[in-house]
């Protein structure tokens, strides 16, 4: 029976970054793909670019170190959430530290900030780079990743990766995703660490200044203060605050405001773009498919249609006509291919797996047979990988015959007629075929 092409579970993604990797690989020169060629199955031409790619992956190792970056990726994922989650806590500790004095307006910028940076940037290589490669903690997260792998490919994986998210302009979503990801739970620690302090102990939050006005404390506080407000979180008065008569039931609302701030606009925004960027990843992804107008793609594309004539000769436009070898000299050999474990003759079989197919091939290339007798079980139905098989060893050996003992031999004989076989001879009797093996015997 012929093998299947590979029709495991892959993401997109995956797909897309072999493929990639492959064609950065063939820069340095084409590989040797022709075991992979013949296990190409029926399909577009995208779709069979994308499994000769998937099978010189598995070859190369390629999916084995995909493999990897998942348990990889995770690891560092999490170490980089933890490293901002302590960066946060940090934050935390220093405002809610011994002094139990907090500085509004430094808080808030504390503790959003550098969130609000980073988010910025993101936000404006959406417009500005959308086919970069990405940046930010989802980009040294992938970087991280392909370092800690040390696989013979993982440089060129992490490259194929970026590259094939910057052709689908995905890369700042994807990388975006991940940082967000990142943010989330860092946000997550912190507001545990400011619930935790308030509830605690008693902090009183302030407003010092030297150059800025009350106005100004007065518009922050109004403009900071109104969207947690209609989300629940009661506004602050900053008029008490900076008359400084503030009293406890004030300070309590400053404290929830600064809890609900960073609710809001740090864990809740970071929510909403990594919903975003899952939303943008379901639509966009199918662009990851490769573009068959690249030149790479045309080349390969230029040698599909003699694949699929060695891969058809059940298909009468797809037969050429059968070649023996000229001038083979080696021994005769007899060989059993697909019979039924029962048979105990001959001695030598193959079940037809693909690597047993390689190796036989392979030494009839090396010791090309004067004489070829390979035995069939009648009973069983020829298909595809039997006349690939026939095909290609009658191409080694200066003459090739079947042995089909019972019935069966006439729909085996129809058979090699309808496959453009007619050349390849067929025995139904023991003797008569080993006397044609061996003719001086």
């Known amino acids: 029976m012929a093998d299947a092409p590979d029709t495991a579970p892959r993401s997109p993604l995956e797909a897309a970054a072999v493929w990639r990797a492959v064609q950065l690989i063939e820069e340095d020169g084409p590989l040797d793909d022709s075991a992979e060629l013949r296990r190409l199955g029926a399909g577009d031409d995208r779709v069979r670019l994308v499994e000769r790619a998937w099978l010189l992956g598995k070859r190369l190792g390629l999916q084995r170190e995909w493999a ?40 808030f910028a504390s503790l959003l900030g550098l969130h609000a940076l980073s988010w910025l940037v993101w936000a404006a290589s959406l417009v500005l780079t959308p086919r970069s490669s990405g940046t930010g903690l989802g980009r040294l997260a992938l970087q991280l990743t392909a370092r800690l792998d040390r696989g ?17 302009r995905l890369a700042p979503w994807v990388f975006g995703a991940l940082s967000h990801l990142i943010w989330s739970l860092s946000f997550a620690v912190l507001l545990l660490g400011l619930a935790l302090g308030f509830a605690l102990r008693a902090y009183r939050l302030d407003w010092e200044t030297t150059i800025l006005t009350p106005g100004f404390f007065t518009a922050f506080t109004e403009a900071s203060a109104w969207l947690p407000a209609r989300l629940g979180f009661p506004p602050p008065d900053a008029a008490a605050l900076l008359a400084g008569t503030a009293g406890p039931d004030q300070q309590r609302d400053w404290a929830w405001w600064l809890i609900g701030c960073v609710a809001i606009y740090g864990l809740g925004l970071r ?19 490769p573009d068959l107008g690249e030149p790479y793609a045309r080349r390969l ?29 080696g021994a005769p050999l007899l060989i059993g291919f697909e019979l039924p474990p029962e048979a105990d003759w001959p001695p030598r079989r193959i079940a037809g797996s693909l690597g047993e197919r390689e190796a036989l091939l392979a030494e009839l290339a090396a010791a090309p047979p004067v004489r070829l007798l390979i035995v ?12 690939r098989l026939l095909r290609e060893a009658a191409g080694s050996a200066g003459a090739t015959a079947l042995l089909v003992p019972g019935r069966g031999a006439s729909r085996w004989r129809d058979w090699l007629a309808a496959s453009g076989l007619a050349g390849i001879a067929l025995h139904e009797d023991r003797v008569a075929a080993l006397a044609w093996l061996e003719p001086h015997a």
Do not use: M
């Open 68 to 107: 990897r970056w998942r348990r990889f990726g995770g690891a560092v994922l999490l170490v980089l959430a933890l490293a901002v989650a302590a960066l946060a806590w940090g934050l935390a500790h220093g405002l809610l530290g011994e002094e139990r004095r907090i500085n509004a307006v430094a808080a």
């Open 271 to 289: 929510l909403l773009s990594l919903a975003a960027c899952a939303l943008v990843w379901r639509v966009g992804r199918r662009r990851l498919a």
């Open 376 to 387: 069939c079980h009648g009973a069983s139905s020829p298909d595809r990988g039997t006349a």
């Open 152 to 168: 013979p490919h993982a440089l060129q994986l992490a490259r194929a990766t970026g590259d094939v998210l910057a052709r689908a």
């Open 301 to 329: 594309l230029a040698r599909l249609p003699a694949a699929v004539e060695a891969l058809d000769p059940e298909q009468p436009q797809a037969h050429t006509s059968l070649q023996s070898r000229t001038g083979a000299a």
